[in-house]
């Protein structure tokens, strides 16, 4: 059947006769149809739907959503080996999701964590600047501009 609002075929998997209703599979997806929306496609509209499924669908690029990420990434307490591979991710998804700038909470400590974090930002190309926190946590944090989208 052809949904008329919508101007596609498809299934009329139940119908409500007291409500006017049908429920139809249209694609990937089901929906609720008043009955008088519903019709039979003509041999013109079959003809064409079947043109349009022979014709190939155009390539798409699609960039995946953009993460949930916090301005805050704290590593404290990280073995060093364990900071480069998931500071890199998360420069990445934090890039992906617009944000202008990171915080990077490492610690003072014995300085260890702060020098492997700068020295990826040294080399990672998502990175446009970065310095010591300041008053925002002095050389416990690293904060990291990200090159704009």
């Known amino acids: 059947m052809l949904v008329r609002s919508v101007g596609l075929e498809g299934e009329v998997l139940s119908i ?4 006017g209703t049908a429920e139809v599979q249209v694609g990937g997806f089901r929906m609720q149809a ?3 929306e519903l019709r039979r496609p ?3 509209e079959r003809n064409n739907a079947r043109a349009e499924a022979r014709r190939p669908e155009p390539a798409r690029t699609a960039l995946p959503p ?11 307490g ?13 420069l990445n998804d934090a890039y992906l999701a617009g944000l202008p700038y990171v915080r990077l909470i490492h610690g003072k ?8 974090v ?16 300041g008053a925002d946590g002095g050389e ?10």
């Open 78 to 90: 990280w073995r060093a080996g364990d900071v480069a591979e998931r500071l890199e991710r998360y």
């Open 118 to 133: 700068r020295d990826v930002l040294k080399s990672h190309p998502l990175v446009a600047s970065f310095g010591g926190g």
């Open 16 to 19: 409500d006769a007291d409500d």
């Open 34 to 36: 008043e009955l008088a």
């Open 66 to 76: 953009a993460p949930d990420v916090s301005l805050n990434f704290d590593m404290r």
């Open 42 to 44: 003509t041999r013109s």
């Open 109 to 116: 400590g014995t300085g260890a964590l702060r020098q492997i």
């Open 140 to 149: 416990g944090v690293t904060v990291a501009r990200l090159n704009e989208r």
